[in-house]
T-cell receptor
Framework: NAGVTQTPKFQVLKTGQSMTLQCAQDMNHEYMSWYRQDPGMGLRLIHYSVGAGITDQGEVPNGYNVSRSTTEDFPLRLLSAAPSQTSVYFC??????????????FGAGSRLTVL | AQSVTQPDIHITVSEGASLELRCNYSYGATPYLFWYVQSPGQGLQLLLKYFSGDTLVQGIKGFEAEFKRSQSSFNLRKPSVHWSDAAEYFCAVGYNTDKLIFGTGTRLQVFP
């Protein structure tokens, strides 16, 4: 199993450009989420999804769109990038239906710089 | 509002010394509690978790943490630090195991 795979690992954008950060998991997890990590602020939840066709906002959703057409994929879209979106982005997934305690599995991260 | 506080931004210890990283939370009820570690350029790896039961939990890499309800704390400890433990450590809490609130992290530096 590959776990949670994020692409690209690094990306540089100009202000106003759009792009999509890809996230895929091969563990058949229903729950997937996106966090951003900024110095001195820890990780903050952007959007999450509890299953295909269902998405919801987290703590810092502005400027980001998501969709969940399949169980495996949960892309994060920046429609018009801003320098404030310079950050490291982490995708995470979780199997909520399994019995017992389960925890988030994180991808390796995508570092985005907006000039 | 729910919050997680890691009061130490940066800690430096000598290899072989003991370590304690502090975590305090503000929550309406006893939450699920987690410690994650992030090595440079890597994702987050779970060290340990507390859901219920014994308040002293053991994790990977020789780490342990103790939940103290009266102090709303979940401090991470290791009796003898190794150079490979140098990383950033995050405490996280949640009502469930999914939508977690993370602390701001503590960066651990280990001197030989």
């Amino acid at each position: 199993n590959a776990g949670v795979t994020q692409t690209p690992k690094f990306q540089v954008l100009k202000t106003g450009q759009s792009m999509t950060l890809q996230c895929a998991q091969d563990m058949n997890h229903e729950y997937m989420s996106w966090y951003r990590q900024d110095p001195g602020m820890g990780l903050r939840l952007i959007h999450y999804s509890v299953g295909a066709g269902i998405t919801d906002q987290g703590e810092v959703p502005n400027g980001y769109n998501v969709s969940r057409s399949t169980t495996e994929d949960f892309p994060l879209r920046l429609l018009s990038a801003a320098p404030s979106q310079t950050s490291v982005y982490f995708c995470a997934s979780l199997d909520r239906l399994s019995s017992g305690a389960n925890v988030l599995t994180f991808g390796a991260g995508s570092r985005l710089t907006v000039l | 509002a729910q919050s997680v506080t890691q009061p130490d931004i940066h800690i430096t210890v000598s290899e072989g010394a003991s370590l304690e990283l502090r975590c305090n939370y503000s929550y309406g009820a006893t939450p699920y509690l987690f410690w994650y570690v992030q090595s440079p350029g890597q994702g987050l790896q779970l060290l340990l978790k507390y859901f219920s039961g014994d308040t002293l939990v053991q994790g990977i890499k020789g780490f342990e943490a103790e939940f103290k309800r009266s102090q709303s704390s979940f401090n991470l400890r290791k009796p003898s630090v190794h150079w490979s433990d140098a990383a950033e450590y995050f405490c996280a809490v949640g009502y469930n195991t999914d939508k977690l609130i993370f602390g701001t992290g503590t960066r651990l530096q280990v001197f030989p």
